[in-house]
C-alpha cells in the first residue's frame, strides 16, 4: 500500500523508441517524497518523453513506473510496447500528478479563475465554492489574484506561467513535473516563475523539473539528473554535479549552456 514512505516516483529500466528512433534506453529513477529533481541535458536527450512517460502522455515500451508506491498497471500491445491496462488506475494516478508546459496551455476561452476550477470541480467532483476559495488562494500565492477575472491572453506570459502553476496545485497534486517552464518567456519574466518554483519546493513538494535554468539547478533542486543520448548520465548532488566529478560531458553542456 502507497504511504509516506514510499518513493514519489519510480521508474525502473524504462525503454521507449518512436519507429527506429530510440529515445529512451534503460532510465531507471527514484524521487523520494519532498526532492527536487533537475533533469538537465542537451535537445533530444528524451528529457521531455521521460516526463510523458511518468503522467503517461506516452507509454514506455519497456520497464515499469510507480507513483506513490502504487505501480501502474501496464499491459502488452500486440504490436508490441505497453499499454496502461486499467483506465480507471490511469485517471486516478494522472489527477496526483500534474504538469507544467512551456508554453503554458491555459484554456483561452476561460478566466483565470475559470481555469483554475475546471478540473477541480468536473474531474475530481469538488464542490464548486471550495474549489473558488482554494483557487483564489492560489492565486494570491502566486501573486496574481487581481487577474482572476481576466483571459489568459490579456496577461503577459510570466502572469500566465504563473497561472498555469497555480492551476496545478488546483488539482492538489502529490508530484509536480514541469517541462522548461521558463524557456518561453521574456528574459526579464524568468525571474518571477522561479521564484513561486522556488517557493514550492521550500513548502518540500516533489517536484521533477526540466529546464535549462542553472542558476536553479544549483541553488533549489536537491538533485541534478544529466541524460544523454536516452540515458541518465550522472546523478548527484548540485555539489557533485557542478563540482565537475561526476562526468565530463556534464562539465562539457554547462559550458556550453553559459555562453
Ligand atoms: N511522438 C513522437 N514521435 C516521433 N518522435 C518523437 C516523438 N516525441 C519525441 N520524439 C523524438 O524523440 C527525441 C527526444 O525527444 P524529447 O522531446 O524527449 O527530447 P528533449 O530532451 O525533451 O529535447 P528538447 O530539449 O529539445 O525539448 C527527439 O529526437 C524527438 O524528435
Ligand atoms: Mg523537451
Known amino acids: 500500500m502507497p504511504n509516506e514512505a514510499s518513493p514519489a516516483v519510480a521508474l525502473h529500466d524504462i525503454h521507449k523508441s518512436f519507429g527506429e528512433l530510440q529515445v529512451l534506453r534503460g532510465v531507471s529513477l527514484t524521487a523520494a517524497q519532498g526532492d527536487v529533481i533537475s533533469i538537465l541535458g542537451s535537445s533530444g536527450s528524451g528529457k521531455s518523453t521521460l516526463l510523458r512517460c511518468i503522467n503517461l502522455l506516452e507509454s514506455p515500451d519497456e520497464g515499469a513506473i510507480s507513483i506513490g508506491g502504487e505501480a501502474i498497471e501496464l499491459r502488452r500491445r500486440r504490436a508490441g510496447g505497453l499499454e496502461p491496462a486499467r483506465v480507471a488506475q490511469v485517471d486516478r494516478l494522472r489527477s496526483q500528478v500534474a504538469m507544467v508546459f512551456q508554453s503554458f496551455n491555459l484554456w483561452s476561452h476561460l478566466t483565470i479563475l475559470e481555469n483554475l476550477i475546471e478540473a477541480p470541480v468536473h474531474v475530481q467532483k469538488r464542490r464548486r465554492l471550495e474549489c ?3 483557487a483564489m488562494g492560489l492565486l494570491e500565492k502566486v501573486g496574481i489574484a487581481d487577474k482572476h477575472a481576466h483571459y489568459p491572453a490579456h496577461l503577459s506570459g510570466g502572469q500566465q506561467q504563473r497561472a498555469a502553476i497555480a492551476r496545478a496545485l488546483a488539482m492538489r497534486p502529490k508530484l509536480m513535473l514541469f517541462d522548461e517552464p521558463t524557456s518561453a518567456l521574456d528574459p526579464e519574466r524568468v525571474g518571477e516563475v522561479l521564484r513561486v518554483m522556488r517557493a514550492l519546493a521550500e513548502e518540500g513538494r516533489t517536484m521533477l523539473v526540466v529546464t ?8 533549489v533542486s536537491n538533485r541534478v539528473v544529466f541524460m544523454h543520448q536516452g540515458q541518465i548520465e550522472a546523478d548527484g548532488s548540485p555539489d557533485e554535479l557542478f563540482g565537475g566529478e561526476k562526468s565530463e560531458r556534464f562539465r562539457r553542456f554547462t559550458a556550453e549552456v553559459a555562453r
Open 212 to 219: 535549462h535554468e542553472m542558476s536553479f539547478a544549483r541553488q
Open 132 to 134: 473558488i476559495d482554494e
